[in-house]
T-cell receptor, first 108, second 112 residues
Framework: QKEVEQNSGPLSVPEGAIASLNCTYSDRGSQSFFWYRQYSGKSPELIMS????GDKEDGRFTAQLNKASQYVSLLIRDSQPSDSATYLCARGRGDMRFGAGTRLTVKP | EAGVAQSPRYKIIEKRQSVAFWCNPI?????LYWYQQILGQGPKLLIQFQNNGVVDDSQLPKDRFSAERLKGVDSTLKIQPAKLEDSAVYLC??????????FGDGTRLSIL
């Protein structure tokens, strides 16, 4: 079982829609979770961090964490073509482990 | 604030040759990480330094990969000899005091 699992996609949504990205993890002791955005040929860029159960909102992005279900999600509201990228879910800090990423395409 | 600097950006070598990558972390960041990202996969941690000491190198193929961080600032990652499966992007990241990591632009390595 992989430590962090994501649907590889690709996920395609129309402009203005909500994009929903999901991630599960195997280490029940994990306390820190992150979403990184990676444009093609670029390095990962941190967009959200979440440490407590529940929702955390930042602009058009909402991260959701459910430790009991070992589940993390990222919602992108009012999706824009510029949101087209691969989204990486990661758990941990010093021992960070990444999922394989979900490729999102937002169509105009 | 200057970001994580890496060089070179691209490198093409033949198998069995050696190669080295360089990383300069964000000023003041005590923790430095090297990741390998194969096309279509997420980054895989190769080695983590805290200042100039190794914290985690459990996923570093030590028969061919080596890394050092002299004086607790810059770091180099070396591969000798390279294999075809080493073709990947090598990412350096740094962080401070358990804060999230910030990544450099990476070095894209192609093995012929």
């Amino acid at each position: 079982q992989k430590e962090v699992e994501q649907n590889s996609g690709p996920l395609s949504v129309p402009e203005g829609a909500i994009a929903s990205l999901n991630c599960t993890y195997s280490d029940r002791g994990s306390q820190s979770f992150f979403w990184y955005r990676q444009y093609s040929g670029k390095s990962p860029e941190l967009i959200m961090s979440i440490y407590s159960n529940g929702d955390k909102e930042d602009g058009r992005f909402t991260a959701q964490l459910n430790k009991a279900s070992q589940y993390v999600s990222l919602l992108i509201r009012d999706s824009q073509p510029s949101d087209s990228a691969t989204y990486l879910c990661a758990r941990g800090r010093g021992d960070m482990r990444f999922g394989a990423g979900t490729r999102l395409t937002v169509k105009p | 604030e200057a970001g994580v600097a890496q060089s070179p950006r691209y490198k093409i070598i033949e198998k069995r040759q050696s190669v080295a990558f360089w990383c300069n972390p964000i000023s003041g960041h005590a923790t430095l990480y090297w990741y390998q990202q194969i096309l279509g996969q997420g980054p895989k941690l190769l080695i983590q330094f805290q200042n100039n000491g190794v914290v985690d190198d459990s996923q570093l193929p030590k028969d061919r990969f080596s890394a050092e961080r002299l004086k607790g600032v810059d770091s180099t990652l070396k591969i000798q000899p390279a294999k075809l499966e080493d073709s990947a992007v090598y990412l350096c990241a740094s962080s401070n005091s358990n804060q999230p990591q910030h990544f450099g632009d990476g070095t894209r390595l192609s093995i012929l």
